[in-house]
């Protein structure tokens, strides 16, 4: 069995990664294809690929298989048109679905969101609540397989240790990000870490669409609060230096929970939308008195033992799939 994988957002990247991983483990040729952001990803958990240019549409014609793998993204055709060449070969495709959101979307091209999507042949769903996301938009019942997250799987078999929340907290790291009331969040932590004195160091993490947002870095300059801005490549190893992780609606403040790392989602003035929240993994901050008793009191969300049963080995169910439906 050979299995052709590919990818180009991070999500899908990471989701698809470590079910590559996953099946090289158990001894199954893969040719993984990475482009964009993708790329970095892989690079991250240290799974080959091959780094693939802007202009994808000849590869097609050089790849051989027996299943494509692919992850989705809603800026690129990548995998779409990755989609449309299996279906034309006759091979069977599964889409990773790696987080709560857009599933019809996820299939449709960018730039004609009203065009009939390119569904796959199956479609993985992370729990029971994104199964039902998927069959309310539109997706046939048919083609989903509820398997789990396979990068979730990943983290969680990575978690050694939960950090002590007993000594006070001194590193933060808080991941900002574009259009989520950014600005006056960070007003409202500066405030609140002004009068906090066990304080060392607050990272900055800025979203890849963000940059370093200049209004940002003057508001912490005119703090006075000890900072620095988080450039590293590899965001896992950054977290395991903190003490904390706060965020907005970042998928890090996943990342964090699962490596069991307390992690803090500031929705102040904006609407909850990070599905985490709800199921208690990651902690819904929605003032600064909210924020003010995280710090000195952190907890780890109580993430439900269903629910870290249904990711853990994702990635071989993924496996067992791929060899059930040769």
């Given at each position: 069995?050979?299995?052709?994988?590919?990818?180009?957002?991070?999500?899908?990247?990471?989701?698809?990664?470590?079910?590559?991983?996953?099946?090289?483990?158990?001894?199954?040729?893969?040719?993984?294809?990475?482009?964009?952001?993708?790329?970095?990803?892989?690079?991250?958990?240290?799974?080959?690929?091959?780094?693939?240019?802007?202009?994808?549409?000849?590869?097609?014609?050089?790849?051989?298989?027996?299943?494509?793998?692919?992850?989705?993204?809603?800026?690129?055709?990548?995998?779409?048109?990755?989609?449309?060449?299996?279906?034309?070969?006759?091979?069977?495709?599964?889409?990773?679905?790696?987080?709560?959101?857009?599933?019809?979307?996820?299939?449709?091209?960018?730039?004609?969101?009203?065009?009939?999507?390119?569904?796959?042949?199956?479609?993985?769903?992370?729990?029971e609540m994104c199964?039902?996301?998927?069959?309310?938009?539109?997706?046939?019942?048919?083609?989903?397989r509820l398997v789990?997250q396979p990068y979730?799987?990943?983290?969680?078999?990575?978690?050694?240790?939960?950090?002590?929340?007993?000594?006070?907290?001194?590193?933060?790291?808080?991941?900002?990000?574009?259009?989520?009331?950014?600005?006056?969040?960070?007003?409202?932590?500066?405030?609140?870490?002004?009068?906090?004195?066990?304080?060392?160091?607050?990272?900055?993490?800025?979203?890849?669409?963000?940059?370093?947002?200049?209004?940002?870095?003057?508001?912490?300059?005119?703090?006075?609060?000890?900072?620095?801005?988080?450039?590293?490549?590899?965001?896992?190893?950054?977290?395991?230096?903190?003490?904390?992780?706060?965020?907005?609606?970042?998928?890090?403040?996943?990342?964090?929970?699962?490596?069991?790392?307390?992690?803090?989602?500031?929705?102040?003035?904006?609407?909850?939308?990070?599905?985490?929240?709800?199921?208690?993994?990651?902690?819904?901050?929605?003032?600064?008195?909210?924020?003010?008793?995280?710090?000195?009191?952190?907890?780890?969300?109580?993430?439900?033992?269903?629910?870290?049963?249904?990711?853990?080995?994702?990635?071989?169910?993924?496996?067992?799939?791929?060899?059930?439906?040769?």
């Amino acid at each position: 069995m050979k299995i052709i994988a590919i990818a180009h957002d991070p999500g899908g990247a990471n989701a698809v990664a470590a079910t590559v991983a996953a099946l090289q483990a158990a001894g199954t040729q893969v040719e993984a294809y990475a482009k964009g952001l993708a790329i970095r990803q892989f690079q991250r958990l240290e799974v080959a690929c091959t780094p693939v240019s802007e202009e994808h549409q000849t590869l097609f014609a050089n790849f051989t298989g027996d299943i494509l793998l692919t992850g989705t993204s809603q800026s690129d055709e990548f995998e779409r048109d990755a989609i449309l060449w299996a279906r034309q070969e006759r091979i069977p495709s599964i889409a990773v679905i790696d987080y709560w959101a857009n599933y019809r979307q996820r299939f449709q091209p960018f730039n004609n969101p009203n065009a009939e999507p390119t569904f796959p042949d199956i479609i993985t769903a992370i729990d029971e609540m994104c199964a039902a996301g998927m069959l309310a938009d539109g997706i046939p019942e048919k083609q989903i397989r509820l398997v789990g997250q396979p990068y979730f799987a990943w983290l969680i078999a990575r978690q050694k240790y939960r950090k002590s929340i007993l000594k006070p907290i001194e590193n933060i790291l808080f991941a900002s990000q574009p259009n989520a009331n950014e600005t006056e969040i960070l007003r409202t932590l500066i405030k609140v870490l002004t009068d906090y004195k066990s304080l060392k160091k607050l990272l900055i993490r800025f979203h890849p669409r963000q940059g370093k947002c200049r209004v940002s870095l003057d508001l912490l300059a005119q703090s006075g609060l000890p900072f620095a801005i988080d450039e590293s490549a590899d965001i896992l190893m950054t977290l395991r230096q903190q003490d904390i992780m706060l965020g907005i609606t970042s998928i890090i403040l996943i990342e964090a929970a699962l490596m069991g790392i307390p992690a803090g989602s500031l929705v102040i003035g904006i609407d909850d939308t990070l599905i985490t929240n709800q199921r208690g993994i990651t902690i819904p901050l929605n003032s600064s008195e909210k924020l003010r008793e995280f710090l000195y009191f952190p907890q780890h969300g109580e993430i439900e033992e269903k629910f870290v049963e249904q990711q853990r080995d994702a990635d071989f169910r993924i496996v067992q799939l791929c060899k059930a439906i040769i």
